[in-house]
């Protein structure tokens, strides 16, 4: 009776993680990046075993009064931060290279938008969450074979944008889908009326600044937070030795 409570158990907490991969979730994370064919959830499970690493490192060192441990656990954390150091100073030096990297990146999105539902539910949340369309602008969603103004498009979405595109009436409660149809044949000044014009990465960008002391203060909190524990295994080490040094 016990093997099988325990058999049931395992299979209804197995059961969301199956079936969170059998939506697809997961499985098509590396048909919209342009890696070399790396799959990005490598790069979590990498994290997550450095992080169970750290983490056990510390927590056994200090519990055990393992030397070894405390110090592995030490030089990893400095590791850890002089390559987020290394990270910022390259990301501020590299700036423009990081900005045609994300351009690449969301057209490369634009043009999979029908191609899987998470991915198109990602992209609207973003359009809708920055207020933006496109990397730089609506135009850039001639690059989807169902919204491109070319004449060959039979598509009733042809010239036009995702309704996450479209500027908000506060008072429609409900969700026109249809409301970017035909948005870009109409002229510049009464697209900015019914869409949203500006582009994603110049959005993005504009939130950076904006939010910029908020930003730096979390960055700079972590890494302080990482000074702090790197302190306190180096300061635990020198006790133990020094405890073992008078006996």
């Known amino acids: 009776m016990k093997a099988e409570f325990v058999q049931l158990k395992a299979e209804h907490t197995c059961y ?7 939506q697809g979730v997961l499985s098509n994370i590396s048909s919209i990046t342009d890696l070399g064919g790396f799959d990005p959830v490598w790069l979590f499970l ?14 056994i060192g200090a519990l055990r009064e393992n030397t070894f441990l405390l110090k592995f656990f030490s030089v990893f954390l400095g590791i850890i931060f002089f390559l987020e150091l290394t990270a910022g100073v390259l990301a501020f030096v590299f700036k423009d290279w990081i900005k045609d990297q994300l351009y690449f990146f969301i057209n ?11 991915l198109q539910n990602l992209i609207d949340f973003t359009q809708e969450y920055w207020q933006c369309c496109g990397a730089f602008g609506a135009d850039d969603w001639n690059l989807n074979i169902y919204f491109n103004c070319t004449d060959s498009n039979a ?65 700079i909190g972590i890494a302080l937070l990482q000074i702090f524990g790197i302190c306190l295994a180096q300061n635990l080490v020198s006790d133990i030795e020094a405890v073992r040094a008078s006996w």
């Open 155 to 219: 598509s009733r979405e042809r010239c036009g944008v995702p309704f996450s595109c479209c500027t908000k009436d506060p008072a429609e409660d409900v969700i026109n889908t249809q409301c970017g149809y035909d948005a870009r044949q109409k002229p510049e000044v009464d697209q900015q009326i019914v869409i949203y014009t500006k582009g994603c990465v110049p959005q993005f960008e504009k939130w950076l600044q904006d939010n910029l002391t908020i930003v730096a203060g979390i960055f």
């Open 108 to 118: 490369n999105n634009i043009r999979a938008y029908r191609d899987d539902i998470d």
């Open 16 to 22: 969301p993680l199956a079936l969170f991969l059998s």
């Open 46 to 59: 990498v994290v997550g075993g450095v992080m169970f690493i750290l983490g056990f490192a510390g927590c």
